[in-house]
């Protein structure tokens, strides 16, 4: 289709074969992240466009959107995946930390709804798509900082898909288990991730599905695990 899409986080690990799966569906892709090379590279094979920026940016966040319209006159699909983790004891966490986490993972899903929400409102259609965790909805020992912050983009995303209703805008959420990433300074393809970690595909697949729902649908939430994880 032509549709045209942001997708956050789009430099590498989930984001990255979003875009792809995007792009090789027919879409128009932004890739927006930090990292302005891989960037680069990524937008250069999906045949898109690259802006670096910081989803935790007000600006930022206005630019991207503002750049997307100017560009391609258009947005249908608003991807949010940027995010970061670490993970240790409550009286481990640095509050600088835990700000970086909330920055990225919470503010950086409201700024980029909040600037495309204008737009998607007037054309009354759009599909909002957040990348949240299992950890939305689970807590565990090491992860007060990072899940919190999950639980806070899911309660903005949910509260979200309240506020939009009956205007033609669909919001939907993906809860991943364990993903094959560089999430947490981790490096894809480790040996003790064979098997026992979802692939970026595997997500991107899913976003492709709930993106695909007939236009009266709207899947709200997608879960989905390893077969091998324990949650
Ligand atoms: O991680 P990684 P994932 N502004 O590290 C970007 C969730 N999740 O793909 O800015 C803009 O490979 C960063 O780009 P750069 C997780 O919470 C994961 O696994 O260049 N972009 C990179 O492209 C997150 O929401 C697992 O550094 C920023 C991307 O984010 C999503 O999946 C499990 C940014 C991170 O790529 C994608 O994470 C789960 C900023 N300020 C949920 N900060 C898992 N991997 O196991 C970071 O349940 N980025």
Known sequence: TNQVAIVTGASRGIGRAIATLLALQGAK????????????????????????ANVADEQDAQ???????????????????????????LE?????EWDRMFDVNVKGTFLLCKAALPHLKEQQ???????????SKRTFVHGTAYGAS??????????LRKEVRGQGIKVSVIYPGLVDTY??????????????H???????????????APAHVV????????LTQEW
């Open 219 to 226: 899947i709200d939430e997608l879960m989905l695990h390893p």
């Open 92 to 96: 481990n966490f640095s509050a600088e």
């Open 125 to 135: 259609r759009g599909h909002i798509v957040g990348i949240a965790s299992d950890v």
């Open 150 to 159: 999950k639980y806070a983009q899911h309660a903005v995303l949910d509260a």
């Open 183 to 196: 999430f947490n300074e981790s490096k894809p393809g480790a040996p003790d991730k064979q098997g026992t």
């Open 63 to 89: 630019l991207v959107v503002a750049e997307t319209l100017s560009l391609y006159g258009r947005l249908d699909i608003v991807v949010c995946n940027a995010g970061v983790g670490s993970f240790n004891l």
């Open 29 to 52: 892709v932004v890739c927006v992240a930090r990292s302005e090379d891989e960037l680069i590279e990524v937008a250069q094979k999906t045949n898109g466009l690259a802006i670096v």
């Open 198 to 212: 979802l692939q970026p595909l595997d997500v991107a697949q899913a976003v492709r599905y709930v993106l695909e």
